[in-house]
């Protein structure tokens, strides 16, 4: 019989692609093809499926055709028939292991259920979907019709006048709009400084904290960059050993995954080497906003605007689902970005760009991040009088700001804890997950825990888990 493929769509917007092949006439390739379809995960269970006429029009085929088809299937266990309901594909069914193609990690579950405790997200519960509509809806009405044309690289003017104050007033950035550059997050920015194949606008070596995101690594390695890892200590990043290397990325303000704030002196020592280097240190301002038992910590980057790159995005404090952030450059750093930067398939949503300018400039931006600093010191709160009731020997370190704390263990405890963990269905973090692979540098035992990932209401039953799987 010859191949054939139909696209089915019916009133409710139900797409079934379908491939009829093989010996038996259209009765029998019909059949095999839905089966197939489910035994292989791609009709999942409670899926509707098109109605007789519809198949039928699109497979050029009678409607008793089809509706024997269904009846077979149905009477095999394959799908089911309700009256006001339509043809389903039966719960009970299961897609065969083989037929997902690549490799796929099973999430943890306990009882049916993940206890999400991983770090780098905020409550996206929390989301302000009110606000940020009527911000959406304002800019959108306002905006002028160039807007939903061909842009500037650099970003909308609007939003970089609104970080330009923003920045200068909650996090201390001396900046002007023309030094900032919309991208699509921290991640994006790193390709756009360092490129690949070590053709971007930065160059290595570059000196690294020894205890930080593997992922960020991994994207310098793309790039050709060669990572030196800096040691930590109480007053943070080891910057007096710094070298020859062509740049420095630190997470001054609150260093992940340990905690804590890179100590004055120290801030002063790496500004005073980029500049007899006339390098650029480049500062991750990750949670900048998240501050609770101390006070605000600036940005280095208001030391010396021409040797620091700010960096920034509102996944945390927003949701990483907004794929936006920035960049504060240097002026002789500008114009390069810009041209990596190059074609607009690169460029981040102008209308959610217009959608956060708002945002920031009406005062919503502000009032979130004051709501979600209460809700979040809340929960840190909630997880040191747990651990403090339930597991006395483990300590808990890096709680002063952030989304995340660090839990100190027993000597030699670590891989059994996480091991344990995820029998359990406790998804977090081990210390040394996140240990520069050169790096002589031992933090010890510990766990990194995201105390803003669950929602309000499973926060209890996480800490539960938690407490449960400690040593």
Known sequence: MEESWVNSAERIGADLHLQLSGPGGRRAALIRALRDAVRGGR?????????YRSLAADLGVARNTVADAYAELVAEGWLTARQGSGTRVADRVEPLRHAVRGPVEAAPRAHGRLHDLRQGSPD?????????????????????????????????????EALTAYLARARGVRTEPDRIVICSGFAHALRLLFGQ?????????????????????????????????????????????LERERGVLLTPAHQFPTGGPLHATRRAAVID??????????????????????????????????????????????????RLGWMV??????????????????????????????????????????????????RRD??????????????????AAGLHAVLRLPPGTERTTV?????????????????????????????????????????????????????
Not at 229 to 234: I, N, S
Not at 433 to 446: K, L, N, S, V
Request: proline share 7%.
């Open 197 to 241: 194949g070590g053709g971007g606008v930065l160059r290595g070596p570059l000196a690294v904290e020894a205890y930080g995101l593997g992922f960020h690594r991994e994207l310098l390695a793309a790039g050709g960059v060669r990572t030196v890892a800096l040691p930590l200590d109480e007053d943070g990043a080891r910057v007096d050993l």
């Open 43 to 51: 009709l999942a269970p409670g899926t509707r499926l098109p109605p």
């Open 124 to 160: 996206v519960s929390a989301f302000p979907r009110a606000a940020w509509l009527a911000s959406y809806r304002r800019a959108l009405q306002q905006a002028p019709n160039e807007v939903f044309g061909p842009g500037d690289p650099a970003g909308r003017r609007e939003l970089r």
């Open 382 to 399: 909630r997880l040191v009088a747990a651990l403090a009731e339930h597991a006395q020997p483990v300590a808990v370190t890096g709680v």
């Open 419 to 471: 091991e344990r963990a995820v029998r359990q269905g406790v998804a977090l973090d081990g210390l040394a997950a996140f240990r520069h692979p050169e790096t002589d540098m031992e933090a010890g035992d510990g766990l990194v825990v995201g105390y803003a990932t669950p929602s309000e209401h499973a926060y209890g039953a996480a800490l539960d888990a938690l407490c449960g799987v400690l040593p």
């Open 273 to 322: 080497w980029a500049r007899a280097r006339g390098t650029v240190v480049l500062e991750d301002d990750y949670d900048g906003e998240f501050r609770y038992d101390r006070r605000p910590v600036g940005a280095l980057q208001g030391l010396d605007p021409e040797h620091v790159i700010h960096l920034g995005s509102v996944s945390k404090s927003l949701s990483p689902a907004l």
């Open 329 to 378: 450059l240097p002026q002789r750093y500008v114009g390069a970005v810009l041209a990596a930067k190059g074609d607009r398939e690169a460029w981040a949503s102008v209308p959610d760009q217009l959608g956060l300018a708002d945002f920031i400039a009406s005062g919503a931006y502000d009032r979130h991040v004051r709501r979600m600093r209460q809700r979040y010191r809340g």
